[in-house]
């Protein structure tokens, strides 16, 4: 923190009035927002000089090219810290929440993604123009390398986890062909390998972009593959339709576009798209336990089920018979079919807990939310009348209510709690988790959770659910 307070002051001749930590993202890298009197930075520390160079430089040069990118401001003499615009926090995946939860994207909505759309050619040809892919972070082009990997991920994270009766040397035959017709055609545009509604920040209804430091040479379909078929986002096909349409007409302003080769190595893409993803489900799912992915599942084989219903796709059959009747087997898996009655209000999860046992682990995948410490408040388990009784108990609640400071403790919690559910039942998000913890979690934590969860039912009704753990009580209730 330090250094990158240095590199502030070097840059701007004056210290910052104030640096926020930003929340933690998936990468190592931390991010900071530098406040001054009349604006905000970004500050980055990273971990892997190789990678920061990498964004850095790619930033630099898409900038030049006239690209909607972060402008980096300073850079630190070893490359580890640097500053760069604050685009602000508002992306497209917020923006388009809406239409995501109910599967009917409003006019606003459309707008935003096919705008977004119409910017990948740009990226893809004009970011390539003059690019030194000598900077790129772990390979300078989409090898055959890769693409095993990605396949092979998908079979031994995914598949052998839910699926073990299957020929692995006839799976290995369609997954080294399907490589070679991936690499088919030699191309020199850029791959951005992470484009998706998460890495678009909107400033002014204008998308910028971020998080590309992933990117390589590679071939144009996989970057709309990942866009228009992203698992979760559920776009009707009429609008994926517009989707492609939109991109193939800012296309050709950079190449002629045979239309029916085009979609027929589109469809190459998504299929390869979507097996990558399922791998990626699958270790974050059943390796990792994050039930968020394994949730995700039923919306990737939906679209291996769109696709494949496509007469179109029959070729694909023909080309890669056994992979294909392996997939089309798992899509039609009774667990991994659309849910009628999806419940998509927001769950928050309110646990109990005793820190001498840890604290819950959030198996959602969402990774945040809060955990409150009760052991500064007088501990009833101190006495023996209370030591058999939990917090639910009159005796225990009454001792607790005495003196008072258990309310003023919850008075604040219910102000940040309230504030985070109406910032995620607005954003479209699925789950929140809200812990206590104590020295048993017995009294204090179990009262402290209670209440919560009781005070969030009487606010929110139905418009919420509320899921009650009592940890170390063995309670699990959905209110």
């Given at each position: 923190?330090?250094?990158?307070?240095?590199?502030?002051?070097?840059?701007?001749?004056?210290?910052?009035?104030?640096?926020?930590?930003?929340?933690?993202?998936?990468?190592?890298?931390?991010?900071?927002?530098?406040?001054?009197?009349?604006?905000?930075?970004?500050?980055?520390?990273?971990?892997?000089?190789?990678?920061?160079?990498?964004?850095?430089?790619?930033?630099?040069?898409?900038?030049?090219?006239?690209?909607?990118?972060?402008?980096?401001?300073?850079?630190?003499?070893?490359?580890?810290?640097?500053?760069?615009?604050?685009?602000?926090?508002?992306?497209?995946?917020?923006?388009?929440?809406?239409?995501?939860?109910?599967?009917?994207?409003?006019?606003?909505?459309?707008?935003?993604?096919?705008?977004?759309?119409?910017?990948?050619?740009?990226?893809?040809?004009?970011?390539?123009?003059?690019?030194?892919?000598?900077?790129?972070?772990?390979?300078?082009?989409?090898?055959?390398?890769?693409?095993?990997?990605?396949?092979?991920?998908?079979?031994?994270?995914?598949?052998?986890?839910?699926?073990?009766?299957?020929?692995?040397?006839?799976?290995?035959?369609?997954?080294?062909?399907?490589?070679?017709?991936?690499?088919?055609?030699?191309?020199?545009?850029?791959?951005?390998?992470?484009?998706?509604?998460?890495?678009?920040?909107?400033?002014?209804?204008?998308?910028?972009?971020?998080?590309?430091?992933?990117?390589?040479?590679?071939?144009?379909?996989?970057?709309?593959?990942?866009?228009?078929?992203?698992?979760?986002?559920?776009?009707?096909?009429?609008?994926?339709?517009?989707?492609?349409?939109?991109?193939?007409?800012?296309?050709?302003?950079?190449?002629?576009?045979?239309?029916?080769?085009?979609?027929?190595?589109?469809?190459?893409?998504?299929?390869?798209?979507?097996?990558?993803?399922?791998?990626?489900?699958?270790?974050?799912?059943?390796?990792?336990?994050?039930?968020?992915?394994?949730?995700?599942?039923?919306?990737?084989?939906?679209?291996l089920r769109s696709l494949f219903a496509q007469p179109e796709s029959a070729v694909l059959?023909?080309?890669?018979?056994?992979?294909?009747?392996?997939?089309?087997?798992?899509?039609?898996?009774?667990?991994?079919?659309?849910?009628?009655?999806?419940?998509?209000?927001?769950?928050?999860?309110?646990?109990?807990?005793?820190?001498?046992?840890?604290?819950?682990?959030?198996?959602?995948?969402?990774?945040?939310?809060?955990?409150?410490?009760?052991?500064?408040?007088h501990n009833p388990g101190r006495y023996e009348q209370y030591k058999k009784l939990t917090?639910?108990?009159?005796?225990?609640?009454?001792?607790?209510?005495?003196?008072?400071?258990?309310?003023?403790?919850?008075?604040?919690?219910?102000?940040?709690?309230?504030?985070?559910?109406?910032?995620?039942?607005r954003r479209g998000f699925a789950n929140l988790s809200v812990s206590f913890g104590c020295?048993?979690?017995?009294?204090?934590?179990?009262?402290?959770?209670?209440?919560?969860?009781?005070?969030?039912?009487?606010?929110?009704?139905?418009?919420?659910?509320?899921?009650?753990?009592?940890?170390?009580?063995?309670?699990?209730?959905?209110?």
């Amino acid at each position: 923190m330090e250094a990158l307070k240095s590199l502030f002051v070097a840059y701007k001749g004056k210290s910052a009035d104030k640096i926020e930590a930003l929340p933690p993202t998936g990468s190592n890298r931390r991010y900071y927002r530098i406040f001054t009197e009349d604006r905000s930075y970004i500050g980055v520390v990273g971990t892997n000089k190789a990678e920061n160079l990498c964004f850095i430089g790619m930033a630099k040069h898409f900038s030049s090219k006239g690209l909607n990118v972060p402008s980096i401001l300073a850079v630190s003499e070893d490359s580890m810290r640097y500053i760069q615009e604050d685009l602000g926090t508002f992306t497209l995946f917020e923006a388009v929440a809406n239409g995501r939860n109910s599967g009917s994207y409003s006019d606003g909505e459309k707008r935003l993604l096919l705008r977004t759309i119409r910017q990948l050619p740009k990226f893809q040809f004009k970011g390539a123009e003059g690019l030194d892919f000598n900077l790129c972070f772990q390979e300078k082009e989409l090898s055959r390398r890769q693409i095993l990997f990605d396949l092979n991920y998908f079979k031994y994270c995914f598949l052998k986890a839910v699926h073990n009766d299957f020929h692995e040397a006839s799976l290995q035959d369609d997954f080294d062909l399907l490589a070679t017709d991936i690499l088919k055609e030699r191309s020199e545009t850029f791959l951005y390998r992470d484009f998706q509604a998460r890495n678009v920040i909107l400033r002014d209804g204008e998308p910028y972009f971020i998080d590309f430091q992933g990117g390589m040479r590679g071939p144009l379909y996989y970057d709309l593959a990942a866009f228009v078929w992203q698992a979760k986002a559920c776009y009707p096909e009429d609008f994926r339709r517009e989707l492609v349409a939109a991109y193939i007409e800012e296309l050709r302003r950079f190449t002629p576009v045979d239309e029916e080769r085009f979609h027929t190595q589109l469809r190459l893409f998504v299929l390869f798209r979507t097996i990558q993803v399922l791998g990626a489900y699958g270790f974050r799912g059943y390796f990792e336990g994050k039930v968020y992915f394994t949730e995700s599942v039923p919306f990737a084989m939906a679209n291996l089920r769109s696709l494949f219903a496509q007469p179109e796709s029959a070729v694909l059959k023909i080309r890669y018979p056994y992979l294909c009747q392996l997939l089309e087997m798992l899509c039609n898996k009774p667990e991994y079919m659309p849910s009628t009655d999806e419940d998509k209000r927001l769950t928050v999860k309110v646990c109990s807990f005793s820190y001498r046992k840890g604290i819950p682990e959030d198996r959602t995948g969402n990774g945040g939310g809060y955990v409150f410490d009760c052991r500064g408040m007088h501990n009833p388990g101190r006495y023996e009348q209370y030591k058999k009784l939990t917090g639910l108990d009159q005796p225990v609640i009454d001792f607790l209510e005495e003196a008072g400071e258990i309310q003023k403790f919850l008075d604040s919690a219910y102000s940040i709690v309230d504030s985070h559910v109406d910032c995620f039942v607005r954003r479209g998000f699925a789950n929140l988790s809200v812990s206590f913890g104590c020295t048993g979690g017995q009294h204090r934590s179990v009262y402290s959770a209670q209440h919560l969860a009781e005070h969030l039912k009487a606010r929110y009704g139905d418009a919420i659910r509320v899921h009650l753990i009592h940890r170390e009580r063995g309670i699990d209730v959905m209110m």
